[in-house]
T-cell receptor, first 111, second 114 residues
Framework: QKEVEQDPGPLSVPEGAIVSLNCTYS??????FMWYRQYSRKGPELLMY????GNKEDGRFTAQVDKSSKYISLFIRDSQPSDSATYLC???????????FGEGTQLTVNP | DGGITQSPKYLFRKEGQNVTLSCEQN?????MYWYRQDPGQGLRLIYY???????QKGDIAEGYSVSREKKESFPLTVTSAQKNPTAFYLC?????????????FGDGTRLSIL
């Protein structure tokens, strides 16, 4: 079983929809959680970085962490065609240098 | 501008050939990483280095080699021992002076077999 599970999609939504992207994990030592956005033929770009359980908001993006359920989410409000990309969750233990990534979810926002 | 530069963008390898992928950063980051990305498998760690002249194997190091002679540079060599090298290769770096800083990525090199 993978340490981090992420539905690969593809996910297709109309412009303006609220998008929910999710990851579950099994390693309770994960304490730092990241969401990266990756456009086609580009490197991942850091979107959100959280530590504690709860919500963190940045513009149209909200990251949610529930450590008790080992579940993280990224919500995108008022989705735009420019949000069409692959979204990767990543996690890290407190000590150490390594990240563990989900498989990525491919999102398409249709105009 | 500060950032991570990977070159070339596209690379082709012939049978039995070693090829080297370049990764340079001007962010003054201590740690650097190499990942391989295949469809449906996410990012897998090949090698990483937390300090000059030192590096550690990741999860899929077989068939790859690295060096870290300068803080700014972390080249990856894909050797002929890597039988399935076709993939998208990503380099990342991060600060280590502050705890748990996130990794930042370059724009990748796509390697294909001729």
């Amino acid at each position: 079983q993978k340490e981090v599970e992420q539905d690969p999609g593809p996910l297709s939504v109309p412009e303006g929809a609220i998008v929910s992207l999710n990851c579950t994990y099994s390693n309770s030592a994960f304490q730092y959680f990241m969401w990266y956005r990756q456009y086609s033929r580009k490197g991942p770009e850091l979107l959100m970085y959280t530590y504690s359980s709860g919500n963190k908001e940045d513009g149209r993006f909200t990251a949610q962490v529930d450590k008790s359920s080992k579940y993280i989410s990224l919500f995108i409000r008022d989705s735009q065609p420019s949000d069409s990309a692959t979204y990767l969750c990543a996690m890290k233990e407190t000590s150490g240098s390594r990240l563990t990534f989900g498989e990525g979810t491919q999102l398409t926002v249709n105009p | 501008d500060g950032g991570i530069t990977q070159s070339p963008k596209y690379l082709f390898r012939k049978e039995g050939q070693n090829v080297t992928l370049s990764c340079e950063q001007n962010l003054n980051h201590d740690a650097m990483y190499w990942y391989r990305q295949d469809p449906g498998q996410g990012l897998r760690l090949i090698y990483y280095s937390q300090i000059v002249n030192d590096f550690q194997k990741g999860d899929i190091a077989e068939g790859y080699s690295v060096s870290r002679e300068k803080k700014e540079s972390f080249p990856l060599t894909v050797t002929s021992a890597q039988k399935n090298p076709t993939a998208f290769y990503l380099c990342a770096s991060r600060r280590q002076d502050y705890a748990n800083q996130p990794q930042h990525f370059g724009d990748g090199t796509r390697l294909s077999i001729l």
